[in-house]
């Protein structure tokens, strides 16, 4: 069995599972946001119509809640939802609520992995369809909708088609200049925006090797964008001392099995990689940043859990450096505790001295929601997942992804620019 | 929910993503009624106000990617879609769809899309997965559902489904 298969086997108490299989899973950790929470407290008022009460939810302690996409409260009706999320969590006895202005908080898929929140070996939902992102620690993460969610907080289960897992062995050392945003742009160019539906994507090869915690985190978080199930990544020396840095519970990874069976295995040989960037209007629609460096943009993005972890901070710091920005450029660090390091390592200096305006931890313009939204026919370079017609803003807005140092590049000249071709 | 007939609205494209079917400034919102206002508002404003309680939708492949939103099948419901016949549903959309009990994800041939126009007449008949197409007299093989989302369906959401 694949790591995939052997977790959800083993959450579901069966020996083995094959790809196709319908099976009651038990869940060991559930997040909600600002968004998804009101919609799962939604669901349950209209089930307390029909004559039922929820007096208790299956376990308080696996469950935890974020303030991410409307933060600080963008509007009344925003803040009426977060109202409504405080008193429901009250209520139920969540202890574990990040609240913003109250300490560590950020957008939920990078709190997962910054406090541990998730283990190898778990399964993990989350109301986002971005938590994908925490199976870089070996976990089982999927996201759900409200009713599932809802489900769950009652049941502690919820059901799944075992997935069929699609391998990408990434090979050779990877260049300076190419991020894992490049790697992941490029593969989704190739199998297509529905070429993982329902399936897992798994990564592995020499080159994972190389790659830090935050920057697997990127290729896990942009399988969603392929329409995987979960991304996924076998636990290793790194995972591990990224999580001894944050957590001292013990956990029990899990790995696939030599003879692990893959629909298809697709191989990269990373150190042949040039910069990509997603055009307008899909994440699979993909070209060489140096194809389009001729392209004129009015934005430069950086935040999201997808490209404003403090990796992504460090890089496009080290781009942006003495230098300044020739567009308006937004930094929205991805959780407090990022914020801070890169304040003391002095990266929200380098940012402000470029030009650019940093803002608060929050999903923000990621999803067209508040702090930076695009207007007509404005044009932006981001580090973020999604690029759909109205993604961030307006619907005849246009969206060119890229990883951090391709939009720091941009920020410089204006237009789509390849890191190598602005180097000191 | 053995036999439903309703008039479809036709959308060809594949890949019509969450954020056109509600856009996300209306993520804040839960009343469900005023989300089925701006249903598919990204791809035409005009749909809220064209649809009819109990229609359909037929469209391109891949449809609901993108986002987790439950906001995008409860909008499209609310608004008046009891079914939607595609070739394929992103992995969320379909779960939510049937999980909240909101509306029939119901998968068809690429082929049987190309036979099917906007403002036909059509005939959903689940229990012997065929859809008839009224208006044209054709009629068209579906996917059945798999056991346990056919049981979800008949329970009207997992909300009310017992193991």
């Known amino acids: 069995m694949t790591i995939t298969e052997k977790i959800l086997a083993r959450a579901s108490s069966k020996p083995t599972v094959v790809p196709g299989d319908v099976i009651f899973t038990r869940i060991d950790k559930v997040m909600m946001h600002d968004v998804s929470g009101p919609g799962v407290i939604k669901v349950f008022n209209e089930w307390e119509k029909k004559g039922k009460t929820l007096e208790r939810i299956w376990d308080p302690n696996r469950v935890w809640v974020t303030e991410d996409h409307f933060v600080p409260a963008a509007d009344i009706v925003s803040a009426q939802n977060i109202i409504t999320l405080s008193n429901w969590t009250k209520k139920f006895g969540i202890k574990k609520h990040f609240k913003y202005g109250m300490g560590q ?19 993990y939902v989350g109301g986002d369809s971005h938590t994908n992102t925490t199976g870089a620690l070996g976990a089982f993460a999927a996201g759900l909708g409200h009713t599932d969610i809802a489900y769950i907080l009652m049941n502690g289960q919820i059901w799944f088609k075992v997935p069929e897992t699609m391998m990408f062995k990434l090979m050779g050392k990877k260049p ?79 790995l696939g099995d030599i003879d692990a069976e893959f629909s298809e295995t697709h191989t990269y040989e990373i150190d042949k990689l040039e910069p990509i960037v997603a055009k307008p209007f899909s994440p699979g629609n993909v070209s060489a940043a140096r194809e389009l460096q001729g392209v004129e943009i009015d934005k430069a993005y950086i935040g999201s859990c997808t490209g404003a972890k403090l990796q992504d901070l460090r890089l496009a710091a080290n781009v942006l450096k003495g230098k300044k920005v020739k567009i308006r450029t937004e930094v929205l660090p991805a959780a407090q505790s990022i914020f801070m390091e890169a304040m003391r390592e002095g990266l929200l200096n380098v940012f402000l001295e470029a030009g650019a305006v940093i803002g608060p931890p929050t999903c923000g313009a990621c999803c067209g929601a508040h702090m930076g939204v695009l207007g007509k026919n404005e044009i932006c370079v981001s580090t973020t997942n999604r690029n759909f017609p109205g993604r961030m803003g307006h619907v005849e807005s246009q969206t060119y992804l890229a990883s951090p140092i391709v939009v720091a590049a941009s920020a410089l000249t204006g237009k789509i620019t390849d890191p190598r071709d602005v180097a000191n | ?149 056919a049981k979800i369906v008949e329970a009207g959401g997992l909300m009310n489904y017992k193991i």
Do not use: W
């Open chain 1, 105 to 123: 908080y950020g957008i939920c898929h990078t709190l997962s992995h910054e406090e541990a929140l998730v283990l190898p070996g778990e399964v």
């Open chain 1, 176 to 254: 300076d200049y190419v991020m894992a945003k490049d790697i992941i742009l490029k593969i989704i160019g190739d199998v297509g925006t529905d070429g993982a539906n329902y399936k897992t994507m798994q990564f592995s090869g020499s080159a994972i090797k190389q790659l830090g915690m935050d920057e697997r985190l990127t290729l896990t978080n942009m399988t969603t964008e392929a329409g995987a199930k979960n991304g996924i990544i076998e636990p290793d020396a790194i995972t591990d001392a990224y999580l001894r840095k944050r957590t001292d519970t013990q956990y029990f990874p899990v």
């Open chain 2, 1 to 149: 929910m053995i036999m439903m007939r309703g008039i479809v609205h036709k959308y060809k494209r594949a890949n019509i993503d969450t954020d056109v079917i509600i856009p996300g400034p209306y993520l804040k919102i839960h009343d469900h009624q005023e989300l089925a206002k701006h249903a598919m508002e990204g791809l035409d404003p005009q749909f809220s106000a064209k649809v009819g309680q109990g229609d359909f939708l037929v469209t391109g492949s891949n449809f609901g990617c993108g986002s987790s939103r439950e906001h995008a099948p409860i909008a499209l419901s609310y608004a008046g879609i009891k079914a939607i016949l595609a070739p394929s549903f992103a992995r969320i959309f379909y779960r939510n769809a049937v999980d909240g009990g909101y509306l029939l994800p119901i998968e068809i041939e690429e082929s049987t899309v190309d036979k099917i126009s906007d403002k036909d007449e059509v005939e959903i008949d689940i229990k012997h997965n065929r859809i008839v197409n009224l208006t044209i007299n054709e009629s068209y093989s579906m996917k059945p559902f798999p056991e346990l989302i």
